[in-house]
């Protein structure tokens, strides 16, 4: 583990720690269940918003961040991969550094 407070510490580097913390329950949990909790942790996120500290919403923003990865985990995604591939080079839309497609439509 590679990872250093404040900086350094990869998706990838979070997605072998949730493996090693949660792996056989996430396992045995599976895809739905874990998504449900996803979905709980979104809620959650929406509430730091409204009335959190700015601390809570950095916590809430790494618990969805969590459990997403949890469910990568589950179903053998390489998160990282993933996104560097979606995101990495520029706006999976219009292929734009910043984005230029339309304001209206979905980013
Ligand atoms: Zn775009």
Same mark, same amino acid.
């Given at each position: 583990?590679?990872?250093?407070?404040? &900086? &350094?510490?990869?998706? &990838?580097?979070?997605? @072998?720690?949730?493996?090693?913390?949660?792996?056989?329950?996430?396992?045995? @949990?599976?895809?739905?269940?874990?998504?449900?909790w996803l979905v709980e942790e979104v809620g959650e996120l929406a509430t730091a918003l409204r009335s959190g500290s700015a601390e809570e919403l950095a916590l809430e923003?790494?618990?969805?961040?969590?459990?997403?990865?949890?469910?990568?985990?589950?179903? &053998?995604?390489?998160?990282?991969?993933?996104?560097?591939?979606?995101?990495?080079?520029?706006?999976?839309?219009?292929?734009?550094?910043?984005? @230029?497609?339309?304001?209206?439509?979905?980013?």
């Amino acid at each position: 583990m590679s990872e250093q407070p404040g &900086g &350094g510490f990869t998706i &990838g580097d979070l997605q @072998r720690r949730i493996g090693e913390l949660y792996g056989a329950k996430d396992e045995a @949990r599976g895809d739905s269940a874990t998504f449900l909790w996803l979905v709980e942790e979104v809620g959650e996120l929406a509430t730091a918003l409204r009335s959190g500290s700015a601390e809570e919403l950095a916590l809430e923003m790494a618990d969805v961040l969590a459990w997403l990865v949890t469910l990568a985990n589950i179903r &053998g995604v390489d998160l990282e991969s993933a996104v560097a591939r979606k995101y990495g080079e520029s706006c999976p839309g219009c292929r734009s550094v910043p984005c @230029r497609c339309d304001p209206a439509g979905k980013p």
